[in-house]
């Protein structure tokens, strides 16, 4: 049994998703940070282009819509692919990417201790 391997998956397309692990532990994903999170190429900078997880810009600037998730798929059984409301839809979340961004804590805690 690996700590990425999930036992339970509660997604919300309109608040984010939540998972159980097969270890015991649990985490949760607001949208806002899932969306920051993404582990694409052209959001992780991997082309060698600088980072940047904003949506294209609009002509109405003073109306943003609320962040949303469209569309949630399978990919695989290691990953998740979410489409945003924003237009991005090229993020495969692997649940080892999941769990290695988990904003729990005790998780925050782990990543502190090893920096």
């Not at 962040?67 to 924003?86: F, P």
């Not at 495969?92 to 988990?102: M, P, V």
Request: proline letters at 7%.
């Amino acid at each position: 049994m690996s700590s990425t391997d999930p036992e339970h998956i509660a997604i919300s397309k309109s608040k984010g998703i939540t998972i159980d692990w097969k270890d015991g532990h649990s985490s949760s994903f607001a949208l806002g940070y899932l969306r920051e999170h993404c582990p694409c190429a052209t959001c992780t900078g991997a082309h060698g282009t600088p980072p940047t997880t904003k949506p294209a810009s609009s002509p109405f600037q003073m109306y943003k819509p609320a962040l949303k998730m469209l569309d949630v798929e399978s990919v695989g059984n290691y990953a998740i692919r979410i489409v945003w409301n924003d237009g991005h839809s090229t993020g495969i979340y692997s649940f080892e990417h999941f769990r290695r961004i988990c904003p729990c804590e005790q998780c925050a805690g782990q990543k502190g201790s090893a920096a």
